[in-house]
């Protein structure tokens, strides 16, 4: 079967459920939600987020196995900015192109309603910031203890991929 990205739906809320709530207790440092919040979320909460975001699904052999979401903003002065958030694969799905697939199917859906991406990746990961890196997003700030969990400190890099140049 391969691998298959789609926006997901409402009536995928019970597998988009399960997977986020996986990335949550799995990589809670790349996350500002926790797994603890969103584990008491009522199965309406996701479906509710499914109608406000767009979200994608990457499905390999047929399992949902990744999903990344964006939203454009809204104020004027920032419209053209959209943000690339809540990418997660899960691990016996990286290295497949999943990823890869899923941050195209964003890019191709933001072509047209911004003209740049902008994403938070924690600092000292090392293989997700390499993995923009080819994807086309380049540095352009850095923000000290962004995240703090359970008494420890994560720095967040933050990345843009402008849609008008293609990547290196």
Do not use: C
């Not at 799995?26 to 939600?33: I, L």
């Not at 406000?52 to 104020?75: E, S, T």
């Not at 004027?76 to 799905?93: D, F, Q, R, S």
């Amino acid at each position: 079967m391969g691998i298959e990205v789609r926006r997901l739906a409402e009536d995928d809320a019970e597998i988009f459920r399960a997977i986020r709530l996986e990335a949550l207790e799995r990589h809670p440092e790349t996350f500002q939600a926790t797994y603890e919040s969103a584990a008491d979320l009522p199965l309406d909460a996701f479906k509710q987020r499914l109608r406000q975001y767009a979200l994608f699904g990457g499905f390999k052999d047929g399992k949902l196995r990744g999903i990344v979401g964006f939203f454009p903003l809204k104020n004027p002065k920032i419209g053209h900015k959209g943000i690339l958030w809540g990418m997660y694969v899960a691990e016996e799905a990286r290295g497949t192109g999943l990823a890869e697939a899923m941050v195209e199917a964003v890019v191709a859906y933001a072509r047209g309603k911004v003209e740049q991406i902008v994403i938070s990746v924690i600092a000292d990961n090392d293989r997700a910031k390499r993995f923009y890196k080819r994807m086309g997003f380049e540095p352009y700030g850095f923000e000290r203890r962004a995240l703090k969990i359970d008494g420890q400190y994560y720095d967040e890099e933050f990345r843009v991929r402008f849609l008008d140049e293609k990547p290196a």
